[in-house]
C-alpha cells in the first residue's frame, strides 16, 4: 500500500465537552478541536452537499466521551486518525452500512448521508459538514421515517 493509500480505521472512545460556544472533542493524543456554533437540529436525516467532509460524533449518555468517525475523508493520514482515535469510513457511491448502534451512513453519489436514531444510538448524534470555506454543525434529534439504514424520505 502506498504512503498516500486511505483505509478504513476503527474509532476510540474520545473525550467531548458540550459548551454553549460549540462542541469539544479531545483527542487521544492531547489535542483538541472545537467545532464552533450550536448545532441546529435535524430530524432523522442528513445530506451534505457534494465535497463536504462529514464528521460524525456519537456520545455516550454522560455526553463527556464518545466516538468520531470521519465519512469519505481522503486527506487524512491513517496514522494521524490511529493516534487521535478518530474512525474513518469510505463509501462508494451507492454503498453505506451502519456506523454505531442507531447510526448508519451512505454515500448517493456525490453526497453523504446520514441517518440516526439517537434513542438507539444510547446518546446523542452530532454532524460536522465542513471544508476549506465553511463548517457548520447538525445534531440528529429523531430517526427517520422508514428506520435507521432505510435511506428513504
Request: charged share 30%; net charge negative; aromatic share 6%.
Amino acid at each position: 500500500m502506498s504512503a498516500n493509500a486511505r483505509s478504513e480505521v476503527p474509532p476510540s472512545t474520545i473525550g467531548v465537552e458540550l459548551r454553549e460556544e460549540g462542541v469539544v472533542v479531545e483527542y487521544l493524543d492531547g489535542r483538541t478541536t472545537l467545532y464552533r456554533g450550536a448545532p441546529s437540529a435535524v430530524e432523522g436525516t442528513l445530506t451534505a452537499a457534494p465535497g463536504k467532509e462529514m464528521h460524525v460524533l456519537v456520545t455516550d449518555p454522560t455526553e463527556t466521551e464518545g466516538v468520531m468517525t470521519y465519512v469519505n475523508d481522503l486527506k487524512t493520514h491513517d496514522e494521524i486518525l490511529e493516534d487521535t482515535g478518530v474512525g474513518r469510513v469510505i463509501f462508494e457511491p451507492g454503498e453505506g452500512e451502519e456506523l454505531f448502534p442507531g447510526v448508519a451512513a451512505r454515500r448517493t453519489g456525490e453526497r453523504a448521508q446520514i441517518e440516526a436514531d439517537p434513542e438507539v444510538a444510547g446518546g446523542r448524534v452530532f454532524v460536522f459538514v465542513e471544508d476549506d470555506w465553511s463548517e457548520r454543525s447538525f445534531e440528529i434529534v429523531s430517526p427517520p421515517e422508514g428506520g435507521v439504514g432505510s435511506f428513504e424520505g
